[in-house]
């Protein structure tokens, strides 16, 4: 299926940096542009979004990934944040406070940062391959996996006592660990700056949503599993991904299914005090959507046929509205989107 597909795409083929011995703490950035959300049914004026590049003379396919500054309303670039490099994958992971946060690399996984306005991007976690940073600021959550471990495991810390956590989702060798290292993304703390919410698939067809108490959790059963109701209809595969918080304390997700009859479908939902509602139900394949506190979401959709465009999506409410299909103005090589954020 092609949104889980792209789900495990996410964490694949991004590495790299150096040491460092604790990540650098998040602080404020002042922006030209605001990432900030406003009112339900309003939208932030710009977004990211990470662009893998080609060469017209290369025959192995993308040769490395950048990230991009976007306008909202137009699609229009605005400014490149990360350099054009040969063998160097830039891959977003969130937007915090004027920070972007995301993956780089190839032969090892390591989290960075870049101002939105720009400048030089800043190593914040060796070997991590995905990172969160509360609401607060002052605690966050990194997974530490890799094909050179023998467990993977999410470490949560706060930033201001130094009290540090670890919760080991599996150890090499476990009945479930077919699939190693198994694929832990989209780290998202709640409004409580306690909980933390992350996704979690040992197979490209298992997928799951579970959330922890992030100082007092120690291993994956610790964690709540968050409900996936799937049609009366014999379905051949159904699973959850792409975990994020409302700033009403909603934990919002996609649940997909692929019916028997080879039929994909996906909604965008909210749980919150064992409720489930429907947000929206998606019909743009591509990359998962990207929630903000205030109740909007923004995604790539993949092409509806092999060679076909690439568009960008955006939604606060009502029908979704398409910004842009790439590639962006004087940027030609780049033939498609990764994730993007705001």
């Known amino acids: 299926m092609a949104l889980a597909v792209t789900v ?90 004027g920070w972007v946060y995301f993956l780089r690399g190839i032969a090892s996984i390591s989290t960075w940062r870049v101002s939105v306005t720009g400048g030089r991007a800043q190593l914040v976690q060796a070997d991590a391959s995905d990172y969160a940073v509360s609401p607060d600021g002052r605690a966050v959550a990194y997974v530490i996996s890799g094909l050179h ?9 706060n930033l201001i006592t130094g009290r540090q956590n670890t919760i080991i989702m599996a ?45 007092t959790a120690t291993t994956i059963r610790d964690g709540r599993t968050a409900p996936a109701p799937c049609g009366v209809t014999p379905t051949l595969a159904c699973g959850e991904a ?46 998962v959507p990207y929630m903000t506190p205030q109740e909007q979401a923004i995604w790539v959709g993949g092409p509806a046929k092999p060679g076909g465009r690439w568009a960008i999506w955006r939604w606060s409410g009502g029908a979704p509205v398409e910004i842009t299909a790439p590639p962006p103005p004087g940027a030609q090589a780049y033939d498609r989107v990764g994730p993007a954020a705001w």
């Open 242 to 287: 792409d975990p994020a918080y409302l700033a009403s304390g909603a934990l919002t997700y996609l649940i997909w299914q692929l019916s028997s009859s080879g039929i994909a479908s996906a909604s965008l939902v909210a749980w919150q005090a064992g409720h489930l509602k429907t947000l929206l139900s998606l019909s743009h394949p591509g990359w």
């Open 149 to 157: 471990l023998d467990v993977a495991e999410i470490v949560t810390r």
């Open 8 to 97: 495990t795409a996410m964490v694949a083929g991004c590495a790299g940096g150096t040491p460092a011995s604790r990540p650098a703490p998040a602080q404020p950035v002042t922006a030209s542009a605001s990432l900030e959300g406003g009112a339900a049914g309003a939208f932030p004026a710009v977004f990211v979004a990470s662009f893998p590049f080609t060469s017209a003379n290369s025959l192995r396919g993308d040769l490395g990934e950048r990230i991009a500054l976007l306008s909202s309303r137009t699609g229009d670039l605005l400014r490149w944040l990360t350099p054009r490099r040969d063998g160097e994958y830039d891959t977003v992971l969130s937007v915090h406070d």
């Open 171 to 215: 150890t090499e060798g476990m009945p479930d660990a077919n699939n190693w290292p198994p694929g832990i993304s989209g780290l998202t703390w709640a409004p409580d700056d306690t909980h933390l919410a992350v996704q979690f698939y040992p197979t490209a067809a298992i997928n799951s949503v579970l959330v922890f108490d992030a100082f």
